[in-house]
């Protein structure tokens, strides 16, 4: 029996080279990366455990990214500890506040490379299989291990084989693609699985569609989300990591699949998704969403705050004024991204349009600062995730939209059909 692209990555990285769905292994770690839980958890453990020294400071990044700049006294303090961890070990990759929102910088510095296993502090980790890589987030305890040792066991994950084809119609998003795909297998329905992603559809997505479906894998449950190099990653890789070498994957063709979803978008044709509070597998076709009347509309997070969201929102909202009701905010994924925006003019048409632009952090998303809500309040979203209370009063409702679908419904002021306007 042939290997699936999951076990092919992680067989690489086991002393015996050897790694079979189900079966529990002890590998080698490529790289981590941690935010604030370094300094809020993990510190405490390797202190607990008599930690010295990290086991390698070139494959260790530390982004300061959740609260940048520090939104309360507690966050500073965090930062505090980050910055002299990150002095005291050496580390060679750190991101402090100015910086960007740690999956996106990942990406940017070159870190994420195919065949590597990429461990995060941070259940959104999965986003790197945009690039060919095993990655997914661990908690404090396991962090803190590999930091220490470069290494931590994993059970195989089984893998999931969704295949798409057919093209995404105008202003329909990879966004809306993997609310539908999660929709469909409910919250549990990958439950530590490794979703692999194949089909023309995906080999055409531009990196940051590719990363935006990676992303969300994990509300679906899934341990990982992978997909095999493409021509758009090929040039990523080449202007970001121009000195590195590296090895594409693929699966074997008689490959098992606990399970084998094939989506074809030409016969079915997707229209845009919004997934109701209070949970990303509430998915729904926009025109069940049409006239929910909305109080802040929400651009950005690791999921789609990058170039090629904010050009569309450029787009629709070019011109135009966003409804006198709704509080339009913008998080570019990162300075680059930010920077590159200015440059085409983005920046100045999303402000003209009535938007406040924000610097590249989690804040909003996480309900932490620079946009939380207060109580009875509605937000359309880009983000990943709108259970009760995450974006600030445990009253205020989220619903999850692509950028298209969220700039739409900002001019309308209600939950609105990209394609409409």
Aim: include cysteine.
């Amino acid at each position: 029996m042939g290997r699936t692209l999951t076990e092919k990555i992680l067989a690489t990285h086991t002393d015996d080279k050897k790694a079979e769905a189900g079966e529990i292994i002890d590998v080698s770690v490529d790289l981590i990366m941690v935010h604030e839980v370094l300094g809020s958890r993990i510190v405490p453990v390797l202190e607990e455990m008599g930690f010295d020294r990290v086991w390698d400071p070139e494959r260790v990044l530390v982004v300061n990214d959740h609260w940048a700049p520090a939104s309360d006294t507690e966050s500073a303090k965090i930062h505090i500890r980050n910055r002299r961890f990150v002095k005291e070990q050496n580390i060679k990759h750190f991101c402090d506040v100015d910086c960007g929102i740690c999956h996106q910088v990942l990406a940017e510095k070159g870190l994420a490379l195919p065949g590597n296993l990429i461990i995060g502090s941070d259940s959104h980790s999965t986003t790197y299989g945009a690039f060919n890589a095993f990655s997914t987030g661990l908690a404090a305890t396991d962090s803190a291990l590999i930091l220490a040792t470069g290494r931590i066991w994993l059970r195989v994950p089984e893998s999931i084989r969704i295949d798409v084809f057919g093209n995404l119609s105008s202003r329909v998003m990879s966004k809306d693609l993997i609310l539908s795909i999660i929709a469909d297998l409910g919250t549990d329905g990958a439950n530590y699985q490794s979703m692999e992603m194949y089909g023309p559809t995906i080999e055409r997505m531009s990196v940051g569609s590719r990363m935006t479906i990676c992303n969300m894998s994990v509300e679906a449950g899934a341990k990982s989300c992978i997909m095999e190099v493409s021509k758009p990653v090929v040039g990523w890789l080449k202007e970001t990591a121009p000195e590195k070498k590296w090895t594409p994957f693929s699966p074997d063709e008689d490959a098992n699949y606990v399970k084998h979803v094939t989506i074809d978008l030409d016969s079915n044709p997707l229209e845009p998704m919004v997934a109701f509070p209070s949970s990303p597998a509430n998915g729904k076709p926009v025109s069940q969403a049409g006239g929910i009347a909305i109080d802040q509309a929400f651009i950005g997070s690791c999921t789609n705050g990058r170039l090629d969201d904010l050009q569309v929102a450029s787009e629709i909202l070019k011109g135009k004024k966003i409804h006198p009701d709704v509080r339009l905010i913008i998080t570019p994924a990162s300075k680059e991204t930010y920077l590159a925006a200015l440059r085409e003019g983005i920046v100045q048409n999303l402000m003209q349009a009535g938007a406040i632009v924000t610097n590249s952090t989690c804040g909003a998303c996480v309900g932490g600062h620079l946009g939380v809500l207060g109580p009875d309040e509605v937000c359309i979203s880009s983000t990943n995730r709108n259970f009760k209370g995450r974006m600030g009063h445990p009253d205020s409702l989220v619903y999850l939209a692509s950028p298209a679908t969220v700039a739409a419904s900002a001019l309308k002021g209600v939950i609105a059909d990209p394609r409409e306007v």
